[in-house]
């Protein structure tokens, strides 16, 4: 292909231009070979004719396409050229705000002039393990490169900032350091990281000061050693410094200042600690006003100095250190304003004594006044012979004074800078460092000296470093390739090199001159243009002769020969020298003392050389000059840069007036060619600049190939074939092992093909489109003449049909009209006839009713007065014969009276009473054997039932059996058999309790009916005792009838004898109502335990017959999974009934012994009482009675008096309880009434306002103490409620549990077996969820539970085991109230707990699991704690099981605090899990495929960059990020975690997603494009649909996409019209005005046919958004979390049903 093919019509060019520089046209007509002239067009269609010549003027410089302006990188550009490098930097430094951009391997930065977001510490976290160029340039990405490229290739490595004063040096090394301080923190807490930081405010306060190009320009180079350990922490730093700008201490050119140093101590001058140095403004000070201007706008010096002082403190210079640093500096500003007045004789000057600032000098320094004094005025000169001393004209004094402030400042300098270095080393051993070098870059000014010579000097030598650094990668690229290469030409500067420090160059020149005594730099530059007059690089002025010039790589300098001797010697007086070094303070002594073995001492450079007696070896030291030094360490730094990997950064300065985003052009073309950015281009460009993948060159030109090349699998083949076929010169591209490589302008040639093909391609489809159009419009106009035809046929058709309706309705209206007509006529006529036949029939029934109702009444009315006649009759028949009962009774009853009377008094009523003992002793053994009959039925039932229940269990048995036998698994129901077999065991020992209680309860009754035998005997004695008793008395009375004595005795006897009948009379009545009062008890138990049975057993009769349909209807259904499960439930449920009915039947049991106890000892109280009966009663009759038989039956009543008494002592405690309770209740109730009384004396006291005041507050508080009591009454009967509830459960339990086992015996023979094996757990009664432990297994449970735990042992059991198992054992410790126990126990587990987590602190699944275990935990503590407020979700039995003795609030505080920091953790350990995978599956994974496009170019990644040994970075898809998230999701949930805690971390996690996926968004150019957002927005809906499946919508998750879903649409919008941008500023809330303006500026086209964002539209959207107060904030915070709550859910589980795995190892706890 022929260069002039390219220049044809419409090609756009680059002329030469004297403003711009550069200037775009467009060719207008097509330019062909052997023409002088080209026709142009320029931008504003000035027409041009651009003469050109093989030799003279050479074609203009072709223009890039549209779609490769922008770039990243300089050299993806298609035409490699200066107009193209400096127009890419102007479009991205002024409409898209960049101002870095790559050029190959350099990083150029252009000086903003403002603050720009894009230093944060969440930029650091973006750039962070990204390769170089996946990113948007940056300075960050470089640090990254280089720190990557240490910890991969073990090679130390070294970022060169560089450039002009102004253009940000120092800025971009203070970023480098920050970023490396960042990522590569101290993994100790010795804090490097921040010292290393801390050395730059110090450093800028003592080397920086203000210029007329730069309000902070360094007056030093430095070179930064950040030293890195194995593990690449940092572990110190070191520091070197060159060429520090001495002569600013003591001269500022105008509008400059002096160091930044001195103008901070004025400013604070005020401050107590500083009023000892005297300062006062910055303007009374010589050296701090020379530039009429002390200070800089938005700066303060006195918040600096601040600054300054934490930074020497925290680098660990003592305050006293600090103190004298001060003073020293304080004292050079005092030594400016020494006033030196002239003699008369010119040759001489002198110093006033007086002088102020003379002595604040010496007091400062601690000096004596009078030879400071001297020897500022006067010198030695020292000859082989004799010392003399001379004196100094004022000029030469003031000259001596200004070095040797000079001296003291670089002293100074020195001293600070070594004890920085001292601050950042390390006692460990540095494995590998990372140097940032910030040096001056290439400087001409108008008047250049010897600064500017050693500057450009440093320069060549490392653009001579950099070129072959380039050209030695350039041909690195080629070889990796295997493309054959030749020798690269490019531009050496070693000449230029030689001519300055070769023998016999220029600094040798210049330290020869200086050691002759009467050296001039005249005859310096003699020298110079006698020796190199010669010299390619060297000229000679015409117009003068103390000038030369050297023709550096950048540009021709002109240097002034005046003053380089002066400033190569750097002269200082020894004299001067020697009194600092007798200073009073150490400090000053030992700064001066120290520097004597190392720089150079000045005042040998002055005088006469010595003679060789002369002991002056330092003196040796001190003959090396500035330049012979400045070369030293130049050679050493270069050796240090050879020794590592460079990485470049060059700093641009965009103009000269500080403007914020303005660009000259010419003044930036100047600075790309001194910086070797150009020289990088032509490099560049000289060999293969443009270099492709095979596969992107595959899918950008596919559209070049055929159709049979595209079905082809080989596509290095196709992509060579299509190749040479396009391009028929060979030379023109190069086939590579993974690229293509291009020469400059092939790839536009290529794209021009394209381009071609597309436009082709769109006037076919135009031409298709327009004739489908035209078709489509034919179709419709024939479309609508058929509707019309359609439509107008159809109207008429209408019409008739509507006729023939009309017509057709008319006759139907007639016919209907005329029918009605006559039936109405008929219906009249009917109505007449009906209603005439209803009103006759009606009369005559209504006058046979009124017959039949006058009958009827005269019946009524006979039969009345015949019942009234025979009542009356009745009435008085009746009255006679009760009047006649009655007399007759009356009569009766005197008579009966009086013959009891007579009978009471004989001894015939003691049978009749003890005839009744005998009645009530039959009917007490009657009752015993009804109750003893109904215990016989209630032992009858009992063993129906346990038969029925042994049946059953051994139905169940032979069912288990038979599906054993049938399924041939029976191992799965080994349990249940061995379940079934202990049940067993427990019914036998029921049955065998049952036999021992009716044993006992046998052995009982056969002792009762002994007992009622033996009455009876004693009954018989007592009977034939009383007949002989009687017949003695007889005897007795009728031999003592004349005795008087025997009478007096009888008659008080018989006294005695009726008062014990009396007393006796009163048991017996008291007897028979105790007797009564239990036989009602006894009935009215029976009864309501008889209906209460009778209810339950129907209620389970019902249940019974539902429970047996349901299971006919299941049984007759197929067999299929639910059934299994229904099978296995029932089963468990019939083998818990077992469990419960041997519990109830020993409860059952335990009832049945009470109350036959209860009935034995009513038994023998009746014994005891009938006994009494027993007793004689003694006749009190008039017979006469027998001396020895009164005296026998007196006897006999005393024994059953003591008897009666002895039976009564139980009774007269009771009744004397009860009138002691009486007692007290009369004491309450006066105490009540004289309270009352009170009450009512001071209410009648009171106004009637008052009283009623009064009134009502005393019944408010008797209706308070009335409700309180009647609560405590409610809350009993609650109780005795609930347990006579609990009663009736068992029983009901009884017949539910028997029947359901029943019933699972037939519906097991159906049901195949169970294919899960489960272990049911017998509940046991006592256990009331506590777990008991021993003070010396703590540490064994905590071992056990917590340390050794792996969560995966219990996944089949309970969630959240640990935490119940631990809140039991707490439990316990409560219960005994041990709080040394719970104290212990809590503490062991918080600390166990946190040692887990820091053992597996990247384990996701373990650091779940303690979190879901420590929330539970707390909850637990809340549940059980007895707040009101935790316990309205208990049931009864949790409420029961609540703490009774510790409040543990505090402890629930720590819970809670380790809980956040196990959740801080978790989302820490799942960001670091999913954070890799974000990048690559939400932007780079094509989830539509075929969608994504190829750019024309994109960046030339270095093979540095990548980690081609591991196969490059691993990537992955949207489904792998979603898989790791449903992963997370299902470990959470299934470990028990909360639901709204899964919700918490889901929402942090996709908070996560959102802020790396925007952040990387905002910072890479290849991602912002339509296809990009259409793949972005498909990945967010399926990152939601995702929640939607989870049920995770509701956790606010989505929310948090909403920023980058907006992005997405961004990318997706129209962006060209106003309408467009007032749409972007309603859609984008969740974005912020610069993170917009980003993504517009970002947003790249995939091909020529898309049109970029213009640079008004975007102004037209931040003017919009100006309302906005946004953050000026650009990246989203990837570290920003949302607050965490844990909100309190109870659980439902009770303790006492816990279940602890045997495989837990958990024996040493016993279950209380």
Avoid at 168 to 174: E, I, L, Q, R
Wanted: neutral net charge; charged residues 25%.
């Amino acid at each position: 292909m022929s260069v002039y093919e390219l220049y044809t019509k419409f090609t756009r060019v680059w002329i030469p231009d004297p403003e711009d520089v550069w200037k775009a046209a467009e060719i207008i007509r097509d330019f062909k070979e052997g023409e002088s002239l080209l026709h142009l067009k320029l931008e504003d269609e000035t027409p041009l004719e651009y003469p050109v010549g093989p030799k003279s003027n050479p074609l203009p410089f072709l223009r890039n396409p549209d779609i490769l302006v922008g770039e990243n990188d300089l050299t993806a550009l298609s035409y490699l050229h200066e107009p193209a490098v400096l127009h890419n930097l102007k479009v991205r430094f002024l409409e898209s705000n960049n101002i870095y951009t790559y050029c190959g391997i350099v990083l150029v930065a252009i000086n903003p002039y403002e603050q720009l977001q894009i230093y944060g510490e969440e930029v650091i976290n973006a750039y962070s393990g990204q390769n170089m160029g996946d990113m948007d340039p940056h300075i960050f990405a470089v640090a990254e490169e280089a720190y990557k490229q240490m910890a991969r290739d073990e090679r130390n490595q070294s970022i060169i900032v560089s450039g002009e004063s102004g253009a940000g040096k120092t800025v971009s090394a203070k970023y480098a350091m920050r970023f490396f301080a960042t990522v590569g923190g101290s993994s100790t807490e010795t804090n490097v990281e921040e010292k290393v930081l801390a050395s730059s405010p110090i450093m800028e306060a003592i080397g920086n000061a203000k210029t007329t190009r730069n309000d902070n320009s360094s007056r030093f180079g430095k070179y930064i050693q950040i030293g890195f350990s194995r593990h690449y922490h940092i572990i110190g730093a070191n520091m070197r410094t060159y060429l520090l700008e001495k002569s600013r201490v003591v001269f500022q050119a105008e509008d400059e200042r002096n160091y930044h140093i001195f103008y901070q101590l004025c400013a604070s001058a005020s401050l107590p600690e500083l009023r000892d140095l005297s300062l006062t403004s910055a303007e009374d000070f010589t050296y701090t006003s020379l530039g009429e201007n002390i200070f800089i706008e938005g700066v303060n010096d006195a918040e600096d100095f601040k600054k300054t002082r934490e930074a020497f403190t925290l680098l660990g210079i003592k305050d006293s250190s600090q103190s004298n640093i001060f003073k020293i500096m304080a004292s050079i500003l005092h030594l400016g304003n020494v006033a030196i007045c002239p003699e008369r004789d010119g040759e001489s000057c002198h110093i006033s004594r007086d002088d102020l600032h003379l002595k604040h000098f010496c007091r400062l320094l601690g000096l004596e006044l009078q030879q400071m004094e001297h020897w500022l005025c006067h010198r030695k000169l020292v000859t082989a012979s004799e010392t003399y001393v001379k004196t100094m004209s004022s000029k030469q004094a003031a000259n001596a004074r200004d070095a040797l402030a000079k001296h003291i400042y670089a002293r100074m300098f020195d001293w600070i800078v070594e004890h920085i270095n001292m601050a950042l080393q390390t006692s460990s051993k540095q494995h590998s460092f990372i140097g940032v070098l910030d040096i001056y870059g290439f400087e001409t000014f108008e008047v250049n000296s010897f600064e500017q010579f050693c500057i450009n000097y440093a320069n060549e030598k490392l653009q001579q470093q950099f070129n072959s650094h380039v050209f030695k990668l350039e041909q690195e690229e080629y070889m990796k390739e295997q493309i054959p290469w030749t020798l690269i030409d490019f531009y050496d500067n070693q000449p230029c090199i030689d001519l300055i420090e070769a023998r016999l160059g220029v600094l040798d020149l210049l330290d020869e001159e200086c050691k002759v005594p009467k050296g001039t730099d005249q005859n310096w530059a003699q020298k110079l243009y006698k020796q190199h007059s010669s010299s390619a690089h060297f000229q000679k002025p015409r117009m003068s002769n103390t000038s030369f010039i050297i023709i550096h790589f950048a540009d021709k300098v002109e240097y002034q020969c005046e003053g380089f001797l002066e400033k190569n010697r750097d002269t200082v007086y020894e004299e001067q020298i020697n009194i600092l070094k007798a200073s009073q303070f150490q400090l000053v002594a030992d700064l001066f003392h120290e520097k004597d073995d190392a720089p150079p001492s000045k005042t040998s450079r002055v005088n006469v050389r010595a003679a060789k007696s002369t002991p002056k070896a330092p003196n040796k030291e001190h003959r090396k000059t500035v330049g012979h030094q400045f070369r030293s360490s130049l050679h050493l730094l270069m050796e240090t840069l050879n020794a590592t990997t460079p990485h470049y950064v060059r700093c641009i300065k965009p103009n000269d007036y500080k403007e914020a985003f303005s660009f000259d052009s010419r003044r930036a073309v100047q600075q790309l060619r001194a910086c070797g950015v150009l020289e990088t281009i032509r490099i560049s460009a000289a060999g293969y600049p443009s270099r492709w993948t095979y596969p992107d060159f595959f899918s950008r030109y596919r559209v070049l190939m055929q159709k049979s090349d595209m079905m082809s699998a080989d596509k290095k083949l196709v992509c060579k074939n299509l190749l040479e076929i396009l391009i028929k010169e060979p030379d023109m591209f190069q086939f590579g092992r993974t690229k293509i490589f291009f020469r400059a302008g092939q790839v536009a040639y290529l794209e021009k093909l394209r381009a071609d093909k597309f436009r082709a391609a769109c006037i076919k489809i135009q031409k298709t489109v327009r004739g489908w159009l035209q078709r489509v419009r034919y179709r419709k106009i024939r479309k609508s003449a058929v509707t019309l035809q359609r439509y107008g046929r159809g109207y008429l058709a209408r019409r008739y049909a509507e006729y023939l309706r009309l017509t057709r309705a008319a006759l139907l209206c007639q016919k209907q009209y005329r029918m009605v007509r006559v039936r109405r006529a008929y219906l009249r006529v009917r109505q007449a006839v009906v209603t005439i036949q209803a009103y006759t029939r009606g009369m005559f029934t209504r006058r046979i009713y009124w017959e039949f109702l006058l009958h009827h009444k005269a019946m009524i009315i006979q039969k009345s007065v015949r019942s009234w006649l025979q009542r009356k009759k009745f009435r008085r028949a009746r009255n006679a014969a009760v009047v006649i009962q009655c007399a007759y009774r009356r009569m009766r009853a005197k008579r009966q009276l009086k013959q009891l009377k007579i009978e009471a008094r004989s001894a015939e009523h003691l049978k009749k009473l003890n005839t009744g003992m005998e009645n009530k002793i039959v009917q007490l053994q009657r009752k015993m054997d009804d109750q003893s009959k109904e215990y016989k039925a209630h032992n009858e039932q009992l063993l129906m039932a346990n038969s029925s229940l042994g049946s059953e269990v051994n139905k169940l048995q032979k069912e288990l059996e038979q599906i054993r036998g049938q399924q041939g698994e029976g191992g799965q129901l080994t349990s249940l058999q061995d379940e079934l077999e202990r049940l067993r065991e427990e019914l036998q020992e029921a049955y065998a309790e049952r036999k021992r209680l009716e044993e006992e309860h046998s052995t009982e009754k056969l002792g009762l009916k002994q007992r009622v035998k033996e009455l009876e005997r004693e009954n018989s004695l007592l009977k034939s005792e009383k007949e002989e008793m009687n017949q003695r008395i007889l005897q007795q009375s009728k031999s003592a009838a004349e005795d008087s004595s025997v009478s007096q005795r009888e008659g008080t006897l018989q006294t005695e004898l009726d008062g014990e009948r009396q007393r006796y009379q009163n048991l017996l009545r008291e007897f028979s109502r105790l007797e009564q009062r239990c036989d009602n008890l006894k009935e009215e138990l029976s009864l309501t335990k008889r209906q209460e049975l009778e209810s339950e057993n129907k209620k389970l009769k019902n249940d019974l017959n539902e429970l047996r349909k349901t299971i006919a209807e299941r049984a007759s259904q197929n067999s299929s999974s639910n059934e299994l499960q229904d099978s296995y439930n029932l089963l468990i449920s019939q083998l818990k009934a077992a469990n419960e009915e041997l519990d109830a039947r020993k409860e059952e049991v335990l009832i049945l012994r009470t109350q036959i106890v209860s009935t034995a000892q009513l038994q023998e109280k009746n014994e005891h009482i009938q006994e009494s009966k027993k007793i004689p009663e003694l006749n009190n009759s008039k017979e006469p009675v027998d001396k020895e038989e009164a005296l026998e039956a007196y006897h006999g009543l005393c024994e059953s008096k003591r008897l009666l008494e002895a039976q009564l002592q139980s009774q007269s405690r009771q009744h004397k309880d009860e009138l002691e309770a009486l007692n007290t209740q009369i004491e309450l109730l006066k105490a009540d009434i004289e309270k009352k009384q009170e009450i009512l004396n001071h209410t009648m006291s009171l106004s009637p306002e008052a009283q009623v005041e009064y009134s009502v507050q005393q019944e408010i508080t008797r209706l308070t103490n009335d409700n309180l009591d009647l609560k405590e009454l409610v809350e009993k009967l609650e109780k005795n409620e609930r347990k006579l509830k609990k009663q009736l459960r068992i029983y009901m339990k009884k017949v539910q549990e028997l029947e359901a086992s029943q019933a699972a015996g037939l519906t097991s023979r159906s049901k195949p077996e169970l294919s899960r094996q489960v272990t049911v757990q017998r509940k046991e009664k006592d256990f009331e969820g506590m777990l008991e432990y021993y003070k010396d297994d703590e540490a064994l449970l905590v071992k056990t539970l917590i340390t050794d735990f792996k969560p995966n042992t219990v996944t089949a059991t309970v969630p959240c085991l640990p935490a119940y198992i631990l809140f039991m054992c707490i439990r316990h410790a409560d219960y005994i109230n041990d709080d040394q126990k719970v104290e212990s126990l809590l503490t062991s587990t918080i600390n166990g707990i946190k040692k887990v987590l820091k053992k597996n602190n990247d384990d996701f699944e373990v650091t779940s699991f303690w979190l879901a275990n420590s929330s539970r935990l707390l909850h637990c503590l809340k549940q059980y704690s007895g707040d009101e407020v935790f316990m309205t979700q208990n049931t009864a039995k949790q409420n029961e099981h609540c703490l009774k003795n510790f409040d543990l609030a505090e402890y629930r505080q720590v819970l809670s605090d380790l809980s956040i920091q196990i959740y801080q953790q978790l989302i820490k350990v799942a960001e670091g899990i999913i954070q890799p995978m974000i990048v690559s599956a939400m932007l780079e994974s094509e989830s539509i495929p075929s969608l994504a496009g190829v750019k024309p170019m994109g960046y030339r990644n270095r093979s540095s960059s990548m980690d081609t040994d591991g196969g490059g970075p691993s990537s992955y898809t949207l489904e792998a990020l979603i898989r790791q998230l449903g992963q997370f999701h299902g470990i959470m949930r299934d470990q028990g975690l909360d639901p709204e805690i899964v919700g918490q971390v889901v929402r942090q996690l996709f908070h996560c997603v959102n802020a790396v996926t925007l952040n990387n968004l905002l910072l890479r150019k290849d991602v912002c494009s339509w296809s990009n957002g259409m793949q972005l927005r498909y990945n967010t809906s399926q990152m939601e649909e995702w929640l939607r499946g989870n049920n995770l919508y509701q956790s606010k998750a989505a929310a948090t996409l909403e920023p980058i879903i907006q992005a997405a649409q961004l990318l997706q919008v129209k962006k060209k019209t106003s309408q467009d941008a007032e749409a972007i500023c309603s859609l984008c809330t969740a974005l912020n005005t610069q993170q917009i303006v980003k993504i517009l500026n970002l947003y790249t086209p995939l091909n020529e046919f898309e049109e970029r964002v213009t640079v008004s539209f975007i102004r037209n959207i931040q003017n919009r958004l100006q309302e906005r107060n946004d953050p000026p904030q650009l990246l989203v915070d990837t570290k920003h979390t949302f607050p965490v709550l844990f909100p309190y859910t109870p659980s439902a589980l009770s303790l006492e049903t816990l279940h602890i795995p045997a495989s837990l190892g958990l024996d040493f706890l016993i279950r209380v």
